[in-house]
């Protein structure tokens, strides 16, 4: 059974840090991309915020979180961070991870096979 597990949301102050975890398992972790992606409160639409390959390493950020939030891979234990450094208001959001096993590099939520059920990830001002 496929599981990706998110952990890690909470409430937070304006500036402050928080570490999310997305521990998978029965699918082969090392041949999937992983990406993270959120939820904004009263949008359907989900936006990537980082993505790695657990292939080659590769990382990727949109400018919105690029120098704030940094994303690893733990090969060994299956399990992907997305560390949120001097976070804001606005990145309160549910944070999903997923993976896809893909050879073109993607972030478009509807090309990813596996999701997490979401942790919800609250900066208060």
């Known amino acids: 059974e496929v599981k990706l597990v998110e952990s890690g949301g909470g409430l937070v102050q304006a500036g402050g840090s928080l570490r999310l975890s997305c521990a998978a398992s029965g699918f082969p972790f090392g041949d999937y991309d992983i990406a993270w992606f959120r939820q904004l409160p009263g949008k359907e639409r989900r936006e990537g915020v980082s993505?790695?390959?657990?292939?080659?390493?590769?990382?990727y950020y949109p400018d919105s979180v690029k120098g704030r939030f940094t994303i690893s891979s733990d090969n060994a234990k299956n399990t992907v961070y997305l560390q949120m450094d001097n976070v804001k208001p606005e990145d309160t959001a549910v944070y999903y991870c997923a993976a896809v096993s893909t050879d073109s590099p993607t972030i478009v939520p509807n090309e990813y096979t596996y999701w997490g059920q979401g942790t919800q990830v609250t900066v208060s001002s």
């Open positions: 993505w790695i390959s657990n292939r080659d390493g590769s990382i």
